[in-house]
């Protein structure tokens, strides 16, 4: 039997900050609107982090199942592993995706705007098909541009949208750098995975841009990030704050280029996860100051 220990391990904690970062963001746009809502913004964090948590267990399946994962560098994985059997990964994973939808659901009585369980519904088989059924999406250059989507526009978006009944410029540019944080880190972790994934026949962005333009495309992404709501700065001056961001991402930046042994990127998704959380507060700190 896994111990609790492998089952925390499995969840992937580094990656959780990507799913604290987009609600964070949308509050602090739904707070320049003058709407800020505690509660809200609350169960779209539970929303987030059932989400991503529950990606991960399923990723953690299908992967494991299709032998993606025999031979990776990286987190544990209980299902490659053997630590669980493949039906209890998957169960728990269905776990996180039911207690997202609850919350979800919680979140769309209390807005009363019923639309977004369609946004809900199309979230979970999202999170599902990124690796799961006979065709994942993953599996062919299209990760990075669901993981922008749902946990850039549709996170961010939707927290603010949930609290203020409306979107601003400002909420549509935190969403597109945190988007673009969130696209770099599954860049990164794919760019690790290359020579499994080519093995096993994934094609993930990474793999299909070839090891130098993904590399390249993760400090490119960090700068973009940085760069979208400094386009706001006339209206909040501190926003300014967020070039400090620059200063960080140079650490990952050069793991990134300069790493030989894939092993190497491992430590970047902490960097990552770090980058997405400070992304979130300096946002938060334009506004506010």
């Not at 093995?199 to 400090?219: C, E, F, I, Q």
């Amino acid at each position: 039997m896994a111990s609790f220990s492998q089952w925390v391990s499995a969840a992937r904690l580094r990656t959780l900050p990507m799913a604290i970062a987009p609600v964070v963001v949308g509050s602090a746009a739904a707070a320049d609107l003058h709407s800020f809502h505690a509660g809200k913004a609350v169960l779209a964090l539970v929303v987030a982090l059932a989400l991503q948590i529950g990606v991960n267990y399923s990723n953690d399946y299908s992967d494991g199942i299709r032998g993606t994962d025999d031979n990776r560098v990286g987190p544990f994985r209980m299902t490659g592993s053997g630590a669980s059997t493949p039906a209890t990964v998957r169960t728990m994973a269905f776990t996180f995706y039911g207690l997202a939808g609850l919350a979800g659901l919680a979140l769309t009585i209390w807005s009363q705007h019923w639309w977004l369980i369609l946004i809900g519904v199309a979230a979970i088989v999202a999170a599902w098909f990124y690796t799961g059924g006979k065709r994942p999406y993953g599996y062919m250059g299209l990760g990075e541009l669901f993981v922008f989507v749902f946990f850039g526009l549709v996170a961010v978006l939707g927290t603010t949208y949930t609290q203020a009944d409306e979107i601003s410029g400002l909420a549509v540019a935190g969403a597109v750098g945190t988007g673009l944080v969130s696209t770099a880190l599954l860049m990164a972790n794919n760019v690790r995975d290359i020579p499994t994934d080519i093995a096993a026949g994934k094609k993930t962005l990474a793999v299909l841009l070839g090891d130098t333009a993904a590399r390249w495309s993760y400090p490119t992404m960090l700068a973009a990030a940085v760069a979208a709501p400094l386009i706001f700065v006339a209206q909040h001056e501190w926003m300014w704050l967020m070039l400090l961001l620059l200063l960080v991402s140079i650490r990952p930046s050069m793991i990134m280029l300069e790493a030989k042994e894939r092993g190497e990127l491992i430590p970047v998704l902490k960097m990552t996860g770090l980058f997405g959380i400070l992304y979130a507060v300096l946002f938060t700190l334009g506004i506010i100051l």
